[in-house]
T-cell receptor, first 115, second 113 residues
């Protein structure tokens, strides 16, 4: 059973371009979380999705950022018109049906560099 | 209200020593406190976790101590090894919610051989 797969591992974009980050959850997992890690900082929650639904996007910047988790295919975090401040590591985590003992498993992250 | 404060920012320990990392939280509704270990270039991996109904949990060389009244919890790594060198994050969450984690800022641990 493969773990949470994120791609690309590294992404370089020029200011103003779009960045698309992909996350394939573990098999059987229907819940996906996106976190952002700025250099020398902890992870900050961005958005929580289930298939075809955004459950909580309270951590998402109001503009330029969007996320989806379609019925088929990976979850996508999309950043439009990237700026230097978007440079960070973006981690995806997935979990199965939520119960008291549910754990979320993290992918290896996508490191976005905006030049 | 949602913050988790972690200290120290960095820690250097001799092989065989005890590493201690501390965290404090503000939201008394948090009911699950995991610790994550992260190696360079990797994602965080769950190390050990505790619920507030117990004051201590031990798994091998790793122990979490929990003080509910003080809203503090700590990670102790006994007999620290060079392979333990990594960044450690404490976190907190509400199990009844969407399970998003609130992370501390991390502690970079270096264990000298």
């Amino acid at each position: 059973n493969a773990g949470v797969m994120q791609n690309p591992r590294h992404l370089v974009r020029r200011r103003g371009q779009e960045a698309r980050l992909r996350c394939s959850p573990m098999k059987g997992h229907s819940h996906v979380y996106w976190y952002r890690q700025l250099p020398e900082e902890g992870l900050k929650f961005m958005v929580y999705l289930q298939k075809e639904n955004i459950i909580d996007e309270s951590g998402m910047p109001k503009e330029r950022f969007s996320a989806e988790f379609p019925k088929e295919g990976p979850s996508i975090l999309r950043i439009q018109q990237v700026v230097r401040g978007d440079s960070a590591a973006y981690f995806c985590a997935s979990s199965p049906l939520l119960t008291e003992n549910t754990e979320a498993f993290f992918g290896q992250g996508t490191r976005l560099t905006v030049v | 209200q949602q913050q988790v404060k972690q200290s120290p920012q960095s820690l250097i320990v001799q092989k065989g020593g005890i590493s201690i990392i501390n965290c404090a939280y503000e939201n008394t509704a948090f009911d699950y406190f995991p610790w994550y270990q992260q190696f360079p270039g990797k994602g965080p991996a769950l190390l050990i976790a505790i619920r507030p109904d117990v004051s201590e949990k031990k798994e091998g060389r790793f122990t979490i101590s929990f003080n509910k009244s003080a809203k503090q919890f700590s990670l102790h790594i006994m007999d620290s090894q060079p392979g333990d060198s990594a960044t450690y994050f404490c976190a907190a969450t509400l199990t009844g919610s969407a399970r998003q984690l609130t992370f501390g800022s991390g502690t970079q641990l270096t264990v000298l051989p």
